[in-house]
């Protein structure tokens, strides 16, 4: 899978987005960006996924350049309970498993 | 209502024992996963089970072996247990294996190793 470059942590004010970065400078055509998050002492949850078109759902944004070379995971009213751990993660079509690198610490605070 | 279930959450045992994890979903998958997640947080495949069978097993000492009943169901046996083991196993189930379906994941098992 190719490789994601994010920063190590961001901090949001609570009901403000949260704009989470990642760098995919070299995917592939049939690579999907998976956005993935931990919340402490949890498993990992699925947060969204998109080819080449922007996507929306009720947990948040997923806005990719048209050069696919990096995607940004909006979290459109930030709240305490959205802090954690966000991993983008560049997979595959055809291969199951995920690479999960460092991630984002996300802290939300009042 | 548990999507993907793990047993034990806690597990703290002593170097040299045989020990198993284990992990049911009832979402209806065909396939299951092992994760590993160390002490720096990092995240890593172990294992990945379709319908009963092995596809894919990942640099994991012999000392792992996974093993799964039926489709629901993989648990995570361990034997000789070394400090280097302890760690958060995570379980988790997706619908196939075409590479675009999401995974969920179990709420973790956290293995010390005394």
């Known amino acids: 899978d190719a490789k994601t470059t994010q920063p190590t942590s961001m901090d949001c004010a609570e009901g403000r987005a949260a704009n989470l970065p990642c760098n995919h400078s070299?995917?592939?055509?049939?690579?999907?960006v998976y956005w993935y998050r931990q919340i402490h002492s949890q498993g990992p949850q699925y947060i969204i996924h998109g080819l080449k078109n922007n996507e929306t759902n009720e947990m948040a944004s997923l806005i990719i350049t048209e050069d696919r070379k990096s995607s940004t995971l909006i979290l459109p009213h930030a709240t305490l309970r959205d802090t954690a751990v966000y991993y983008c993660?560049?997979?595959?079509?055809?291969?199951?498993?995920?690479?999960f690198g460092k991630g984002t610490m996300l802290l939300v605070s009042p | 209502d548990t999507a993907v279930s793990q047993t034990p959450k806690y597990l703290v045992t002593q170097m040299g024992n045989d020990k198993s994890i284990k992990c049911e979903q009832n979402l209806g998958h065909d396939t299951m996963y092992w994760y590993k997640q160390d002490s720096k947080k990092f995240l890593k495949i172990m294992f990945s089970y379709n319908n009963k069978e092995l596809i894919i097993n990942e640099t994991v000492p012999n000392r792992f072996s996974p093993k799964s009943p039926d489709k629901a169901h993989l648990n995570l046996h361990i034997n000789s247990l070394e400090l280097g083991d302890s760690a958060v196993y995570f379980c988790?189930?997706?619908?196939?294996?075409?590479?675009?379906?999401?995974?969920?994941f179990g709420p973790g098992t956290r293995l010390l190793v005394l």
């Open positions: 993660i560049v997979r595959v079509a055809g291969y199951s498993t995920l690479t």
């Open positions: 988790a189930s997706s619908p196939e294996t075409s590479g675009k379906e999401t995974q969920y």
């Open positions: 070299t995917i592939s055509g049939n690579e999907y």
